[in-house]
């Protein structure tokens, strides 16, 4: 993912780097090898990118600023010192809440007072915090806006002295405020409009002359603080598609460097691009990576290397680049530092796991329905009652060949043999034998002929019933 966030101390030996993937690594020059291997990751806020990390002034601890409405503090080794609270969402007056009620865009820490940090925030406000102190803040500094509603606060920078505060606000302005007593959030330097979209990096230079800002809309502009109501210089053609890309100075302060996104139709990759401060004109184009775009940048001045993260939505990563003639130590101290060769005493028996619920005995029974359904069609197995006779049968079954002899069938399938008992009513068929049994009594008759009465058949009445 993105690397959208980068911090160096100030030895140039322990570098921190924030991810669009929630996480912070931790590298260190004096233990890693030629692997560049992170020693620690951290998860500051599940679910939270990554926005900005800064060192504090004796780099023992280090400032995290995430999506959420808190900052964290950590120590050098990465252990959490404290998390500053979370303001009342349903406080309308800004200043009236003890914290950030929405997702923080930037923050960092004064460069001389070790126990200041400065945050800004989707809520429409700045920050002054003390470190010691994690459950409210010292100052609450609201932006000056044509119409009192809220709008973001994108950026945010101290000056080198930590006396000036400087943001870029959502509506395209440029606020900058300087902290001495009795000060409030009335800005000294209101320049509106400066800038079409977000403001993405604000910066200083050393002498609080000049001060730069990065945009989404793909300018770096150069200001005179002295005449703010236009800038020095703009650089146009400069992609940006991240919220977090910067500008910065080189330690001389003579060049001036940001990077660059890429666009999908464009043929350049991750660009950093460096102009002379004195000159402003363009000095030189580094193609850092093909395929990723250039988000955070930083040129450190006590090893004399330049730092710059470069990412997409699937990976990203750091480049370093530094001249073995002219840097010193950083980079330089792990690149020659082959990694160490296996040795058979490395030998490491792998263990066998074992996962109980994976026995036969926890094992989910498989579904028996397929089986269930094919017994229930297999009338044997299932036993299946007999059907009930309906029509003409033999032997308690409807036979298909009306009869269970081939003689029989041959016959009737003749014609030879005529089934008329179907048609026939039953009182008639049983009396025209009535004749025959009275003439030629064969069976019960005879035995009782002699007291037998005389049958006595109902005649049809049709005459009468005409009449």
């Known amino acids: 993912m993105v ?16 991810s669009y993937d929630y996480t912070v690594r931790m590298y260190d020059f004096q233990g890693m090898n030629s692997k560049l291997q992170s020693f620690r990751q951290l998860e500051p806020f599940e679910g939270h990118q990554v926005r900005s990390l800064s060192w504090s002034p004796t780099s023992d601890r280090f400032l995290c600023v995430t999506g959420s409405a808190q900052a964290k503090i950590y120590d050098r080794d990465g252990l959490t010192l404290g998390e500053f609270v979370k303001g009342d969402m349903y406080i309308r007056d800004l200043k009236n809440t003890k914290g950030h009620i929405s997702g923080l865009t930037g923050g960092e820490w004064n460069p001389k007072a070790k126990e200041t940090i400065l945050t800004s925030s989707e809520d429409g406000s700045i920050r ?100 703010m109501k236009t800038p020095l210089k703009v650089f146009e053609d400069l992609p940006n598609h991240y919220a977090e890309t910067n500008a910065a100075f080189s330690p001389d302060e003579q060049l001036i460097f940001t990077g660059t996104s890429i666009e999908k139709d464009g ?15 363009l000095v030189s184009r580094v193609g850092i990576s093909p395929n990723y775009s250039v988000i955070r940048c930083l040129w450190h001045p006590r090893i004399n290397q330049v730092f710059a993260t470069v990412g997409d939505k699937k990976e990203g990563g750091t480049h370093i680049l530094y001249d ?16 160490r060769k296996k040795s058979v005493d490395d030998f490491e028996v792998q263990p066998v796991i074992h996962n109980p619920h994976a026995l036969p005995l926890f094992r989910d029974q498989p579904s028996r329905k397929r089986q269930r359904e094919k017994i ?69 008759a005879p035995a009782y002929s002699q007291t037998q009465p005389k049958p006595v058949f109902a005649e049809s009445d049709s005459d009468n019933e005409e009449k």
């Open 3 to 18: 690397v959208s966030a980068l911090a160096v101390d100030h030895t140039g030996s322990r570098v921190l780097s924030g």
């Open 128 to 227: 002054l915090w003390d470190v010691s102190d994690f459950k409210s803040q010292k100052q609450v500094i609201k932006p000056k806006l044509v119409r009192p509603m809220r709008i973001p606060v994108t950026s945010c920078a101290w000056d080198h002295e930590g006396k000036r505060i400087v943001a870029g606000i959502g509506d395209g302005s440029i606020q900058l405020w300087t902290i001495k007593t009795g000060w409030g959030s009335r800005p000294d330097i209101h320049v509106e409009k400066t800038h079409t979209e977000d403001i993405t990096g604000v910066k200083f230079s050393t002498d609080g002359q000049i001060l730069l800002s990065r945009s989404m809309d793909s300018t770096l502009k150069i200001w005179d603080l002295r005449r």
């Open 267 to 281: 043929d350049n990759g991750g660009l950093l691009c460096f102009f002379d401060r004195k000159r402003l004109e």
């Open 324 to 339: 073995p003639s002219i840097s010193q130590r950083g980079a330089l101290v792990c690149v020659g530092r082959a990694p």
């Open 376 to 444: 229930l069609k297999d009338p044997l197995k299932s036993h299946k009652p007999e059907a009930p006779v309906n029509g003409p049968g033999f032997g308690g079954r409807v036979g298909t060949t009306k009869g269970s002899l081939l003689t029989q069938y041959l016959l009737k399938e003749g014609g030879l043999i005529k089934d008329t008992w179907m048609d026939e009513d039953p009182r008639e068929a049983i009396l025209k034998y009535a004749d025959a049994a009275e003439k030629d009594p064969k069976f019960i």
